[in-house]
């Protein structure tokens, strides 16, 4: 399999699966444009379209992607059922397109009905989780995005987490305001700095970097809770969480 990173608008990224036969799959189009121009400079043709959430920037493309290749089968959740004919998913379902079997999620938390897609070793997760960081709650609530990282976090520490957006750097420069001694999140940032002045993307990256640098994944830690002002012990790590997205949000 060969994966491909397309970005868009302003900072999103579209993911191509390749499977090294000629066809592909599409994650999330927010545009039409790149999607057409990159199937047709590698000489693909698409399968499958998956999306994980109803946002306008990872929908976007669909229609026009349809009228150019009507063909495609487009699956999502139940949120984009009222935008789309699809085929509609959710927690425990799975499919197979071509050689690659997925398993889904849901992943409540950005969005209520939001979904992710596993199929090792790539995790499709939208805006669930990025690099250093979380999606913002606009209609779900910490303790649900807590619960939805926990299910990912479970998942193999050679898991590609395939994230919509390009929010590393700004992910890296929130966390070192909270650890500022923590030299794995220091180095880390180092890196990202270094290959975006080249232009190129900071992720797809893996669990188990994640697990070093990402400190919503990091609700457990004793002084990352001292840190952010809690008594211990701490007796609901999802309320970690919370604090950490609250102050992200005003960062």
Not at 63 to 89: D, S, W
């Amino acid at each position: 399999m060969n994966l491909i990173s397309i970005p868009a608008l302003q900072d999103n990224y579209i993911w191509l699966l390749d499977d090294q036969q000629g066809t592909v799959i599409i994650v999330d189009p927010g545009e039409a444009a790149p999607v057409l121009t990159a199937l047709q400079h590698h000489q693909l043709t698409p399968t499958a379209i998956l999306l994980t959430h109803h946002h306008h920037d990872h929908v976007g493309g669909v229609n026009e992607i349809l009228q150019h290749y009507p063909q495609v089968a487009l699956y999502g959740p139940q949120e984009t059922a009222a935008k789309f004919r699809q085929i509609t998913l959710k927690q425990g379902d799975e499919i197979t397109l071509g050689q690659q079997h997925y398993r889904i999620f849901d992943v409540p938390g950005h969005t209520s009905g939001h979904i992710a897609y596993y199929s090792a070793p790539y995790l499709f997760c939208g805006d669930t989780m990025f690099s250093a960081g979380c999606g913002r709650l606009f209609e779900g609530t910490a303790r649900q995005m807590y619960e939805s990282f926990q299910q990912l976090t479970a998942l193999p520490k050679d898991t590609l987490i395939c994230c919509a957006h390009e929010y590393t750097l700004a992910n890296l420069k929130f966390a070192r305001s909270i650890l500022p001694d923590d030299r794995d999140i220091e180095t880390h940032e180092q890196q990202v700095q270094a290959i975006r002045k080249k232009g190129v993307p900071s992720v797809p990256t893996t669990l188990e970097k994640e697990h070093k640098i990402n400190v919503f994944l990091r609700c457990h830690d004793t002084d990352l809770q001292t840190k952010l002002g809690f008594v211990l012990p701490v007796s609901e790590p999802w309320q970690v969480f919370a604090r950490l997205r609250e102050r992200k949000d005003s960062y």
